[in-house]
Protein backbone atom coordinates (compact mmCIF):
# COMPACT_ATOMS: atom_id res chain seq x y z
CA UNK A 1 0.00 0.00 0.00
CA UNK A 2 1.73 2.82 -1.09
CA UNK A 3 1.49 6.11 1.66
CA UNK A 4 2.92 10.03 0.49
CA UNK A 5 3.36 11.96 3.20
CA UNK A 6 4.47 15.91 2.84
CA UNK A 7 5.18 18.07 5.49
CA UNK A 8 7.73 21.72 5.53
CA UNK A 9 4.97 23.93 5.28
CA UNK A 10 4.10 27.21 6.89
CA UNK A 11 4.49 30.79 7.10
CA UNK A 12 7.39 32.73 5.87
CA UNK A 13 8.19 36.24 5.08
CA UNK A 14 8.57 37.05 1.27
CA UNK A 15 12.30 36.33 0.35
CA UNK A 16 12.75 33.41 2.72
CA UNK A 17 12.96 29.75 2.71
CA UNK A 18 11.18 26.51 3.12
CA UNK A 19 12.24 22.91 2.77
CA UNK A 20 9.36 20.32 1.78
CA UNK A 21 9.74 16.56 2.42
CA UNK A 22 7.76 14.02 1.01
CA UNK A 23 8.15 10.76 2.68
CA UNK A 24 6.91 7.67 1.04
CA UNK A 25 6.44 4.06 2.42
CA UNK A 26 4.98 0.87 0.80
CA UNK A 27 6.83 0.70 -2.16
CA UNK A 28 10.18 0.50 -3.88
CA UNK A 29 10.81 4.27 -3.41
CA UNK A 30 14.60 4.43 -5.79
CA UNK A 31 12.58 2.78 -8.73
CA UNK A 32 10.52 5.92 -9.18
CA UNK A 33 10.82 9.62 -10.91
CA UNK A 34 8.83 11.88 -8.16
CA UNK A 35 7.33 15.41 -8.70
CA UNK A 36 5.84 18.20 -7.10
CA UNK A 37 3.20 20.25 -8.10
CA UNK A 38 1.11 22.72 -5.94
CA UNK A 39 -2.56 24.50 -6.43
CA UNK A 40 -3.57 28.25 -5.22
CA UNK A 41 -7.40 28.54 -4.03
CA UNK A 42 -9.20 28.93 -6.89
CA UNK A 43 -6.45 27.75 -9.52
CA UNK A 44 -5.62 24.53 -11.24
CA UNK A 45 -3.15 22.37 -9.99
CA UNK A 46 0.44 23.20 -11.55
CA UNK A 47 3.33 21.12 -11.76
CA UNK A 48 6.46 22.91 -10.38
CA UNK A 49 9.34 19.93 -10.61
CA UNK A 50 10.27 16.41 -11.14
CA UNK A 51 13.30 14.16 -10.13
CA UNK A 52 14.59 11.36 -11.88
CA UNK A 53 14.45 7.50 -10.49
CA UNK A 54 17.91 6.30 -9.14
CA UNK A 55 20.03 9.21 -8.28
CA UNK A 56 17.85 12.05 -9.56
CA UNK A 57 20.17 12.91 -12.01
CA UNK A 58 17.35 14.46 -14.52
CA UNK A 59 15.59 17.19 -13.06
CA UNK A 60 13.50 20.00 -14.32
CA UNK A 61 11.29 22.94 -13.17
CA UNK A 62 8.77 25.32 -14.10
CA UNK A 63 9.87 28.35 -15.52
CA UNK A 64 8.41 30.19 -12.38
CA UNK A 65 10.61 28.61 -10.14
CA UNK A 66 13.61 28.04 -12.18
CA UNK A 67 16.80 29.41 -9.99
CA UNK A 68 14.69 29.67 -6.85
CA UNK A 69 13.96 25.82 -5.83
CA UNK A 70 15.73 22.90 -6.20
CA UNK A 71 14.13 19.38 -6.11
CA UNK A 72 16.22 16.29 -4.29
CA UNK A 73 16.25 12.99 -3.70
CA UNK A 74 17.29 10.62 -0.42
CA UNK A 75 16.54 6.88 -1.31
CA UNK A 76 18.01 5.63 2.07
CA UNK A 77 15.15 7.53 3.56
CA UNK A 78 12.56 6.97 0.93
CA UNK A 79 12.39 11.03 1.02
CA UNK A 80 12.23 13.81 -1.62
CA UNK A 81 12.97 17.28 -1.10
CA UNK A 82 11.69 20.60 -2.38
CA UNK A 83 14.06 23.29 -1.49
CA UNK A 84 12.46 27.03 -1.74
CA UNK A 85 14.53 29.97 -1.37
CA UNK A 86 13.52 33.40 -2.45
CA UNK A 87 9.77 32.49 -2.00
CA UNK A 88 7.31 35.62 -3.30
CA UNK A 89 3.49 35.60 -2.56
CA UNK A 90 2.77 34.08 -5.56
CA UNK A 91 4.05 30.73 -4.25
CA UNK A 92 1.57 30.73 -1.70
CA UNK A 93 -0.50 27.07 -2.54
CA UNK A 94 -1.00 23.96 -0.96
CA UNK A 95 2.45 21.55 -2.43
CA UNK A 96 2.06 17.99 -3.41
CA UNK A 97 4.18 15.35 -3.82
CA UNK A 98 3.37 12.70 -6.73
CA UNK A 99 5.16 9.20 -7.34
CA UNK A 100 5.39 8.68 -11.25
CA UNK A 101 3.99 5.17 -11.56
CA UNK A 102 1.56 2.85 -12.89
CA UNK A 103 -1.16 4.69 -11.59
CA UNK A 104 -1.65 7.79 -9.67
CA UNK A 105 -0.12 8.23 -6.22
CA UNK A 106 -0.37 11.81 -4.05
CA UNK A 107 0.35 12.98 -0.59
CA UNK A 108 -2.31 14.91 1.21
CA UNK A 109 -0.10 18.39 0.27
CA UNK A 110 1.35 20.51 2.89
CA UNK A 111 0.49 24.71 3.14
CA UNK A 112 2.99 27.34 2.30
CA UNK A 113 1.76 30.75 2.89
CA UNK A 114 4.36 33.43 1.96
CA UNK A 115 2.99 36.95 3.68
CA UNK A 116 4.72 39.97 5.41
Known amino acids: QVQLAESGGGLVQPGGSLRLSCAAS????????MAWYRQAPGKQREWVATISRGSGYIINYADSVKGRFTVSRDNAKNTVYLQMNSLKPEDTAVYYCKMIRDGDYWGQGTQVTVSS
Open 26 to 33: GTIFISYA
